[in-house]
């Protein structure tokens, strides 16, 4: 099992999209200034996670998340959550005619 993951920095509001199969171990790393690609940015907060069995299908997942359609979809959540505290709005889902979408 795999989790698909989104990281919000506190310091400026930046995404960050990865996989792992730890994905609390994952978060302790990326705030504890082990990942050259996040250390200047922490603190980070988990935003987004979704769990898929196999890691291509991870590595898929994220791959889109990391294109324009998921960072907008990521974006979109982090607006719904600041403007009214909960789901996101009808239509606001990831594209599924994306090639990457699963």
């Not at 400026?12 to 171990?25: L, P, Q």
């Not at 200034?33 to 769990?51: N, Q």
Request: with cysteine; net charge positive; aromatic share 12%.
């Amino acid at each position: 099992m795999f989790t698909v993951y989104a990281l919000q920095s506190s310091v400026d509001g930046r995404i960050y999209v990865g996989f792992s199969s730890d994905v609390n171990k994952r978060l302790i790393q990326h705030n504890s200034g082990k990942t050259k690609s996040t250390k200047g940015f922490r603190p980070w907060a988990v935003i987004y996670t979704l769990e898929v069995e196999r890691r291509d299908d991870a590595r898929k997942k994220e791959i889109y998340f990391k294109s324009g359609y998921g960072k907008e979809f990521l974006k979109a959540l982090v607006l719904s959550f600041k403007e009214s505290n909960t789901c996101l709005p009808a239509g606001r889902e990831p594209r599924r005619d994306h090639k990457s979408y699963l």
